[in-house]
């Protein structure tokens, strides 16, 4: 059996409990676990650790049986488990499962973070029998800022060489990295965080409640504006010919100028400068960044150094 599956079993068992079971109780209820009595202790101590690493709280109580005096047991109290409920409806609930049913979160701290949403998955459903249809990468961050969001709790950590303190509003995925979005108290505006460029453990530091999400806080941002880099404005000028498109795309606040021969000049909040040469890229010779000088000069330096290669 696979280790994985003996502490999902170990979970299970923990919290379903009515009441502490000893480990010769676990030892015997799950499978997975070696006939030496040594061996087990080991890869139950191993298991506990485990758990209480990924924050689930294994909680060791007095075994209230007369016949067995200073015995403890085990559970994980439910009350501490599970997020406080968000107040999904029960059509959201069913749309998370399935989520969950087709996507699997690479490492445990991923997944926990469903399972305390969401709780346990139905154990048949549309995609029962088929497993996983994608596999997402999870990081050791995620469980703990998932809860912070969902308790609206400030959060602290370091991150490009400085301490930050966040209000976190939303958890989005795209292009192999996970982001956290939220208002960074310091600088006193949104800001986009790479979860896997945090330089230290997640810290909560505020009280629950402490702030609310602004109504756009569950929008998408574009890709040039999922990065934690000084914010400028980019003066990006396109071609009659994708102008109309590239001002529906970036929207209407970031017209600058509609110019006399269709083209149009668009002023673009940029915090993360690689997805916006993505996006520039795309239009091929149809585009040129006219400012600031110091962007277009890198603009320009980062197409030289592909020529060049």
């Known amino acids: 059996m696979h280790r994985l599956e003996r502490l999902i079993n170990l979970v299970a068992a923990l919290l379903h409990a009515e009441r502490p079971l000893t480990a010769d109780e676990l030892r015997h209820r799950l499978p997975g676990y070696a006939e030496d009595n040594g061996a087990f202790r080991r890869a139950f101590e191993r298991d506990k650790e485990a758990l209480r690493d990924l924050g ?3 909680v060791v109580e ?3 049986d007369a016949a067995q005096p200073g015995v403890v047991g085990y559970r994980i109290p439910k009350e501490a488990y599970y997020l406080q409920d968000p107040g999904l409806a ?3 609930l069913a749309a998370l499962h399935l989520a969950a049913s087709a996507v699997r979160l690479e490492g445990a ?4 973070a469903l399972w305390k949403l969401g709780g346990e998955l139905a154990e048949q459903g549309p995609l029962s029998g088929g497993g996983a249809v994608a596999a997402i ?3 050791a961050h995620l469980g703990p800022v998932f809860a912070a969001i969902s308790a ?3 959060i602290g950590f370091t991150y490009r060489g400085r301490r930050r303190q966040v209000d976190p509003w939303r958890l989005s995925f795209r292009n192999g990295h996970w982001y956290l979005a939220g208002h960074d108290q310091d600088a006193n505006e949104e800001r986009m965080f790479r979860l896997d460029r945090l330089e230290s453990d997640v810290e909560v530091t505020g009280d629950e409640g402490a702030f609310d999400r602004p109504a756009h806080a569950g929008d998408q941002p574009p890709p040039w504006q999922m990065g934690a880099e000084e914010a400028l404005t980019a003066r990006l000028l396109v071609d009659a010919g994708q102008a109309a498109w590239a001002a529906g795309h970036v929207g209407p606040d970031a017209v600058e100028k509609w110019r006399t021969d269709g083209s149009v ?3 673009v909040r940029v915090t993360n400068r690689d997805a916006f ?3 520039v890229l795309g239009f091929l010779d149809h585009a040129e960044v006219l400012g600031p000088p110091e962007l277009r000069a890198e603009f320009v330096e980062w197409l030289e150094g592909l020529c060049r290669s």
């Open 265 to 267: 000049v668009l002023a």
């Open 109 to 112: 701290n991923g997944v926990e």
């Open 137 to 139: 990468p999870g990081t």
């Open 90 to 92: 029960p059509d959201e």
């Open 152 to 154: 609206r709790r400030r």
């Open 56 to 58: 689930i709280p294994v």
């Open 62 to 64: 007095p075994v209230d």
């Open 277 to 279: 040469r993505s996006f």
